[in-house]
């Protein structure tokens, strides 16, 4: 303290952090600060946990800001995000099923069950709007897409069968009529 920063209002209230010395700050630091947001030149202030190590525990992988675009954008993986607050309820009750469905895909090399916890970290151009936010994000589309079936882990196996090419192509088609007669 003190510090300087621009909030972006028209960008989903971006931040952008001066990285100098604020005792030593000037008039001509203010101005050329302003002029490299003006000019797109700053990155924004995001923040994030520490990558974990390991990253995966229990066939569940732990997604933080600073690992997020490498695990999510890969394109040779399909990637099943659970966006969630550590207070909410609704999401601790998923937390056990959740858990289940990674142990229960552990074995497929490129689909990936993981959670983000969106109140410690950011992702620029990620918008999350209530907890929790389930998306899928296949290997053909990184946009994402949402997910708002039921939640139990037949509900989740009958939506990957249908959903994501690496399921698929691990539990053929009969692997879909075993979810079937679970449900």
Not at 52 to 80: A, F, I, N, R, Y
Not at 82 to 93: E, V
Not at 106 to 115: N, R, S, T, V, Y
Not at 151 to 174: C, G, I, T, V
Request: proline content about 7%; overall charge negative; glycine content about 8%.
């Amino acid at each position: 303290m003190p510090t300087l920063r621009i909030i972006s209002p028209a960008e989903n209230m971006l931040k952008y952090a001066w990285e100098g010395d604020a005792k030593a700050l000037t008039g001509a630091d203010v101005t050329k600060f302003l002029d490299d947001f003006t000019g797109g030149k700053l990155q924004p202030h995001l923040k994030s946990e520490p990558i974990p190590d390991p990253m995966t525990v229990d066939g569940q992988t732990v997604l933080v800001g600073k690992s997020w675009e490498d695990v999510v954008k890969d394109s040779s993986k399909d990637v099943l995000v659970k966006y969630y607050a550590p207070w909410c309820g609704h999401c601790k009750a998923l937390a056990p099923v959740w858990e289940e469905l990674a142990k229960d895909v552990e074995g497929i090399e490129d689909l990936i069950i993981a959670k983000f916890d969106a109140t410690a970290n950011e992702v620029v151009g990620l918008d999350v709007r209530g907890y929790p936010t389930l998306k899928f994000y296949p290997k053909d589309n990184k946009d994402g897409v949402d997910y708002s079936g039921d939640r139990q882990l037949p509900d989740f196996q009958k939506w990957l069968s249908e959903n994501s090419a690496a399921y698929k192509a691990a539990r053929p088609a009969d692997g879909a009529a075993a979810v079937e007669e679970e449900l």
